[in-house]
């Protein structure tokens, strides 16, 4: 009997062993930090709140946060990329991306405050109505595109304008290549390449706005840009980006 219940015992610790090593159904990561300048954490579905720094794989549901003076470039499993401003705010609310099902491709970021630009990968090219990004103000569909977003709520006195004043406080894109195309309750509107957009309130609206009045949303080439091939992620198609 002793020698029995000794090994079931080791029996029962070997399958806990396993059961840690291996959780069953364990989340898959859908991006990773790239770059980091500053203080950036995550915000779990269990809740917990952890910092983040580069290689960190970002999960489906995290919440990541830049702090003051941070910037943060991440890539998805797709090849998108997207570079976090300081003081913003990014939900990866839903993500699915298998390279031999386009039907299940799906990418819905979430910008809850601060900025961002973004290059659309894969799923953004084979399935543009696959790629949203929801704002306070509006959501944001990709059409093969790098833009730029920045939504000011009192906060962006840093930021440069063709006025020298502060940025109005609302919704503020700008595109550098392909179309995006900005809707809610009040209408849609797209914007080309080259083109400035302004949304002040959810119950307003997006315009065009000229470039005099347009608001570009602006990295530093340390996060943004990078030798060798591949492609940027600043305000021009430059072509110097790898995620490492």
Do not use: W
């Amino acid at each position: 009997m002793k020698i029995h219940f000794q090994s079931s015992m080791r029996y029962v610790l070997c399958a806990l062993c396993m059961a840690i090593a291996v959780p069953a159904g364990a989340a898959e990561a859908v991006a990773r930090v790239t770059h980091l300048s500053g203080l950036m954490t995550v915000k779990g579905a269990d809740g917990a709140v952890r910092s983040l720094s580069v290689r960190s794989d970002v999960m489906q549901g995290d919440v990541l946060t830049t702090y003051k003076d941070a910037y943060a470039r991440l890539k998805f499993m797709d090849d998108a990329e997207v570079v976090m401003r300081p003081e913003s705010q990014l939900v990866v609310s839903s993500y699915s991306y298998d390279a031999a099902r386009p039907q299940g491709d799906s990418a819905a970021l979430s910008m809850l405050k601060g900025g961002l630009r973004a290059v659309s990968g894969l799923i953004g090219k084979r399935n543009k109505e696959a790629v949203t990004y929801t704002t306070p103000t509006a959501t944001i569909g990709i059409r093969g595109t790098h833009f730029g977003a920045l939504f000011c709520q009192d906060n962006c006195g840093g930021v440069p304008t063709a006025s020298g004043r502060p940025p109005e406080n609302g919704l503020h894109v700008d595109v550098t290549d392909g179309v995006i195309v900005v809707r809610n309750n009040a209408g849609t509107q797209s914007f080309n390449a080259g083109q400035f957009g302004y949304v002040s309130s959810p119950a307003a609206p997006p315009v065009v706005v000229p470039p005099n009045r347009g608001v570009q949303v602006t990295m530093p080439s340390a996060i943004s840009q990078n030798q060798g091939t591949g492609r940027g992620v600043a305000n021009t198609s430059d072509n110097q980006c790898v995620a490492q």
